[in-house]
């Protein structure tokens, strides 16, 4: 855990209040402090400078409340609405510098503030690599309201692929390198065993999510975007046989990240930027590992 995590959740209580985010700052406090907002970054950056924890805090806050949940309402069937919403945002991506259009929502403005300081001090590679997640994430929450509004219910592979853009796991990833005052040469970052990893790791905490948030899914209805619903839905499995599934899921993948982790982590003789690789997969196990310990530790862990 960082020891950062107090600082970080005043910080995120002070900039959710000044960009609109929260109207009631003590209810929005409250909030953070059940939800472990803070907390969830700790775990996931605990070698984060201060500064950097602070903006992964924000962006925990963000996501969680208000961004995640607005899809919960009417704007997550409306697909007219969400396109304007989502479409604004993966434009500021692209701006030389990241500012919203004019007349745009608080979630909005934020969402630039959080790229832009996302991208002070890294190089255009890293830019161009964390834009990229980014819009895959926004096309995945549109994806999301499209098949909502359709009433389809995808199969087990095609839930799964976009659960991977939609928890925000790549993104987290990218993240990892700003927050914690080191960026990751861009040969390095492109190796085909951390690509991998990065996969297989946000596969792990789709999978893992899904079956904390299963219950409260169903319960508003929301099946299509559930892996263990799309099998009970879609396969007819009874919950007890699509959780055996899910963990034979989970199991395999574990398995696969530690082969992959013990390769990508010793580049034997390699030139120096290969080094980074060992950064990089310890931060990854950060990820994955804090996200599940956060998932089964508050009743928020649900995207």
């Known amino acids: 855990m960082s020891p950062y995590v107090d600082r970080a959740r005043e910080h995120t209580s002070a900039w959710m209040y000044r ?5 009631d700052r003590r209810a929005n406090d409250r909030r953070l402090r059940e939800w472990m907002i803070s907390e969830l970054a700790g775990l996931c950056y605990p070698d984060a400078t201060a500064e950097g924890l602070d903006l992964a805090s924000d962006l925990m806050g963000w996501y969680f409340a208000p ?9 997550g069937r409306d697909t007219a ?11 500021i991506l692209d701006r030389p510098v990241p500012v919203p259009g004019p007349a745009q929502p608080p979630v909005v403005h934020a969402f630039a503030d ?5 991208i002070t ?10 834009a990229h997640h980014w819009k895959g994430y926004l096309a995945g929450q549109y994806a999301e309201v499209v098949d909502r ?3 389809l219910v995808p199969d087990a592979r095609s839930c799964l692929h976009r659960r991977v853009s939609t928890t925000s796991t790549l993104v987290v990833d990218d993240l990892l390198e700003r927050v914690n005052g080191e ?3 861009d040969l390095v970052a492109h190796m085909p065993h951390l ?3 990065r996969r297989i790791g946000a596969e792990i905490v789709a999978i893992n999510n899904d079956v904390v948030s299963a219950d409260r899914e169903k319960a508003r209805g929301d099946v299509a975007n559930n892996l263990v619903l799309v099998l009970e839905t879609v396969e007819g499995l009874g919950r007890d046989a699509a959780l055996h599934r899910v963990a034979g899921m989970l199991r395999e993948r574990y398995e696969r990240f530690e082969q992959l982790e013990r390769h990508a982590a010793d580049p034997g003789r390699a030139a120096p930027p290969v080094g980074g690789a060992r950064r990089t997969v310890a931060g990854l196990r950060d990820i994955v590992a804090g996200t599940f310990v956060w998932d089964n530790t508050t009743g928020r862990g649900a995207t």
């Open 19 to 23: 960009f609109g985010l929260a109207e």
């Open 67 to 75: 961004f995640d949940d607005l899809f919960d309402g009417d704007l």
């Open 81 to 91: 609405r969400s396109a304007r919403l989502l479409g604004e945002m993966t434009a």
């Open 114 to 118: 959080l790229f832009r300081r996302s």
């Open 121 to 130: 001090g890294m190089s255009p590679a890293w830019r161009a690599r964390a």
């Open 149 to 151: 509004c359709r009433d």
């Open 183 to 185: 960026e990751v040469d």
């Open 195 to 197: 690509s991998q990893l």
